[in-house]
C-alpha cells in the first residue's frame, strides 16, 4: 500500500526501505531508531510524544528525521535458526534475553508498539512455561481429571464397555499429547514472534556494558547486538537439595517429571508449595501411592487456611499422605537402580520408586551478565529491580522469574513485561501490586486467590468481616458431581460494623482457577461487598457461589446467611 513515513520538512521513505529515527525537537541527545519494515509497515513510535502513530502520512508533530540506509537490514532468524546475521547492524530498540513468558511478552507487547525488538532464546521461545512448566504440567493434571471422570462415569449411567470395570492410563500416550498441545502452542508463538517482526535470536545472551549483547550459538558462533534498552529475562530453574542429586531416573525434579514415559508406582514429593500439590495430586489420580514432604507445618504456604484444610482433607481421603513439618536426612538408592529408600523425622524411613524435589526455582543468572554491565545481582543469585522493573543499570530492565522477591508465576511475567514496555515508551506504568496478584493451583481440588487471606488481613490491622459459602449447595457443582470446597471472602469491617472493600478472596473447588476473575477484579478494584453484589452471576454456574457469598457479606443473602 506504499506506506511512507515523514518528516517535519515532509521527506517521504518507503516502508522497509529506510531507517527512521526519531528525535525530539530540541530535545537532542538520545535517539532511538524504528525500522518500519520490521513493523508490520504501519506504525512508527516517538518516545517522546509517548505515542504509536500510522507510518502513512502526516506525522508533523512526530519529528522524525529520515535516515537513509537502503534495505532494511533484517537476519533471519526463526525460532530455530542460528545467530548469523547478514554482518550488518544490530541494533535494536530493545533487546531481550530470554524467550520466556517475561521475554516473549515484552517482545511481542513492544513489537505492537513498534519498536523494534531482538530476541535471544538458547533453548525454545515460550521458555519453562511453555516446555516444562504451566503447559505440560495443567495437561497431565487434565489426564487425572479425564481419568477422574471416567471412573464416576457410571454414576452418570455410563459405562464405559462391559469388560471395563475400572479405566486404565497408558501414560505415554497423555505424554504425546502433551508435547502435542506444547509443540502447536510453540508454532504459535513463533508464528506471532515472526508476523510482530520480532527477530530471534538462537542462543545463549550475555550483557555487557554500555548494552552490548554477546550472543553465543550452539555452534561456537558468536554476534553481538546493542539495544537501546535491554531486558534481562533468563527466567529460573528448579532447585535442589543436599542429599537429594536429581539423576533423572530415582530424583526427579519437574523437568523429568514432564517428560515422564511411565507412571512410578510410588513417589515421594518433597515440598508442598503449588507445584508439589499438583505434582502430588496428578500421581495420585493416576494411581501413583504418593507421599508429600513438607518442611513447614502445613502444605500450601501462604494459602487461607481453610483452603489448605480443605485440599490436606481431599488429599487424605484420597490416600495422599502429607508429612508436614518433618526434616528430610537424604536417601538411600536400592543398589538394583529401581527405587531408593528416604530417611527422615526421627530415623524413620520410606521406599519409594522415584523422589520428586519440588522445592523452589532459583534464578538463571550464571553468564547472563559481565561485571562491566553494573546490573545488582542479590545473594541469592537474582537481579534486584524497582517497583518499574529497571535495575541498577540505566536503560537495562528485568522481567519475570529473575527478579527478586517477585512471584514466579507466568502471569506476573506479563504484566511487568508490559510496565517495562510502557516506561521505555514513556507511558504512565502503574507497577505489578504484587499482593493482589492472582493465585491458581491446579490441583484436586483446585485453588485460587486473590488479596489477603483472613490471618494476613488480622495481623495487616483490619477488623475483618468473612463469608465462606461450600460448593455442595451450588446447582452447578451437584450436577457436574463436584461439591468438595468452597467460597471465602474476607471484607473490611468498617467502624459502624458494616462491610467495606474486599480484601480477599479464596476458592477451593470445581474449576475455580476459571472463576477467580471476578474476585480478583472486586479485590484489586478496592470494590465493596456492597458494590460487587449488584452484579449478577448466571444460573446454574459455579460462580454463584462467589456471588452468593458476596451478597451474604451485605448482610443479607439468597441462600446463604
Ligand atoms: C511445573 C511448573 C508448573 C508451573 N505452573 C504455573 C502455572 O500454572 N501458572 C503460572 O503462572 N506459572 C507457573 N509456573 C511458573 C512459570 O513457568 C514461570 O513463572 C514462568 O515461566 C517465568 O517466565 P520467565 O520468562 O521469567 O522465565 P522462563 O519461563 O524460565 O524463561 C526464561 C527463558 O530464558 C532462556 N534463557 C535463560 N538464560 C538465557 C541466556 N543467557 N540467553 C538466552 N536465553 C536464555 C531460557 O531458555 C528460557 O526459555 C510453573 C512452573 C513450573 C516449573
Not at 477422574?148 to 504425546?176: H, L, N
Not at 523452589?360 to 524497582?386: K, N, P, Q, S, W
Request: hydrophobic share 40%.
Amino acid at each position: 500500500m506504499g506506506s511512507a513515513v515523514a518528516d517535519r520538512n515532509g521527506d517521504r521513505v518507503p516502508v522497509g526501505q529506510g531507517r527512521i529515527v526519531d528525535r525530539h525537537d530540541g530535545w537532542g541527545g538520545s535517539r532511538r531508531t524504528v525500522w518500519p519494515g520490521r513493523l508490520g509497515a504501519t506504525r512508527a513510535v516517538c518516545r517522546h510524544h509517548a505515542a504509536s502513530v500510522p507510518a502513512t502520512d502526516d506525522i508533523d508533530d512526530i519529528l522524525l528525521e529520515v535516515v537513509p540506509t537502503g534495505p532494511e537490514v533484517a537476519t533471519e532468524q526463526t525460532a530455530t535458526g542460528g545467530t548469523e546475521g547478514n554482518g550488518e547492524d544490530h541494533h535494536f530498540d530493545v533487546v531481550i534475553i530470554g524467550g520466556g513468558p517475561g521475554g516473549y511478552a515484552a517482545a511481542l507487547y513492544g513489537a505492537a508498539a513498534g519498536l523494534s525488538i531482538g530476541l535471544v532464546e538458547l533453548d525454545k521461545v515460550g521458555g519453562t512455561c511453555l516446555h516444562r512448566g504451566c503447559v505440560p504440567a495443567k495437561e497431565f493434571l487434565e489426564t487425572a481429571s479425564v481419568y477422574r471422570t471416567v471412573r464416576s462415569a457410571s454414576d452418570f449411567g455410563i459405562e464405559a464397555g462391559p469388560d471395563q470395570k475400572e479405566p486404565t492410563v497408558t501414560f505415554s500416550v497423555s505424554q504425546d499429547r502433551k508435547q502435542q498441545v506444547v509443540t502447536q502452542l510453540f508454532t504459535g508463538l513463533s508464528g506471532l514472534l515472526k508476523g510482530r517482526g520480532v527477530t530471534v535470536f538462537n542462543g545463549s545472551g550475555t550483557l555487557l556494558g554500555d548494552h552490548r549483547v554477546r550472543i553465543a550459538g550452539d555452534d561456537g558462533s558468536t554476534v553481538e547486538v546493542t539495544g537501546t534498552d535491554v531486558v534481562l529475562a533468563a527466567g529460573s530453574v528448579p532447585r535442589t537439595i543436599p542429599g537429594f542429586d536429581v539423576d533423572g531416573t530415582v530424583v526427579l525434579t519437574s523437568d523429568e517429571v514432564l517428560a515422564l514415559e511411565r507412571l512410578p508406582e510410588s513417589v515421594a514429593v518433597i515440598g508442598g508449595g503449588a507445584i508439589g500439590c499438583e505434582f502430588a495430586s496428578m500421581f495420585s489420580d493416576l494411581g501413583t501411592k504418593v507421599t508429600v514432604f513438607e518442611a513447614l507445618p502445613s502444605i500450601l504456604n501462604g494459602c487461607d487456611e481453610d483452603v489448605v484444610r480443605t485440599v490436606a482433607r481431599s488429599f487424605k481421603k484420597r490416600g495422599i499422605e502429607v508429612k508436614a513439618g518433618v526434616t528430610l536426612h537424604g536417601h538411600t538408592p536400592d543398589p538394583s537402580g529401581r527405587g531408593t529408600v528416604v530417611s527422615f523425622g526421627d530415623g524413620e524411613q520410606l521406599a519409594v520408586e522415584a523422589v520428586v524435589v519440588s522445592v523452589g526455582r532459583r534464578a538463571r543468572t550464571e553468564g547472563l551478565i559481565t561485571g562491566d554491565a553494573g546490573v545488582t545481582i542479590d545473594e541469592r543469585g537474582f537481579v534486584v529491580a524497582d517497583s518499574s522493573m529497571r535495575t541498577s543499570a540505566a536503560g537495562v530492565w528485568a522481567v519475570g522469574d529473575v527478579v527478586a522477591g517477585t512471584p514466579q508465576l507466568a502471569h506476573v511475567a506479563f504484566a511487568e513485561a508490559i510496565v517495562i514496555i510502557k516506561s521505555i515508551l514513556g507511558e504512565p506504568a502503574l507497577p505489578v501490586d504484587y499482593a493482589r496478584v492472582p493465585w491458581a493451583i491446579y490441583c484436586h481440588p483446585e485453588v485460587a486467590f486473590a488479596g489477603l487471606t483472613e490471618a494476613a488481613a488480622k495481623e495487616a490491622g483490619f477488623d475483618v468481616i468473612v463469608k465462606k459459602d461450600p460448593f455442595g449447595g451450588n446447582s452447578r457443582a451437584r450436577i457436574i458431581g463436584d461439591t468438595e470446597g468452597m467460597v471465602k471472602v474476607v471484607a473490611e469491617k468498617r467502624p459502624d460494623g458494616s462491610t467495606g472493600r474486599i480484601l480477599g478472596v479464596h476458592m477451593v473447588g470445581p474449576w475455580v482457577t476459571e472463576q477467580l476473575g471476578a474476585g480478583y477484579l472486586a479485590v484489586n478494584w478496592e470494590a465493596t461487598a456492597e458494590e460487587v453484589a449488584h452484579f449478577i452471576q448466571p444460573h446454574p454456574s459455579l460462580s454463584e457461589t462467589f456471588g452468593e457469598t458476596v451478597l451474604a457479606l451485605t448482610g443479607r443473602g439468597l441462600h446463604v446467611a
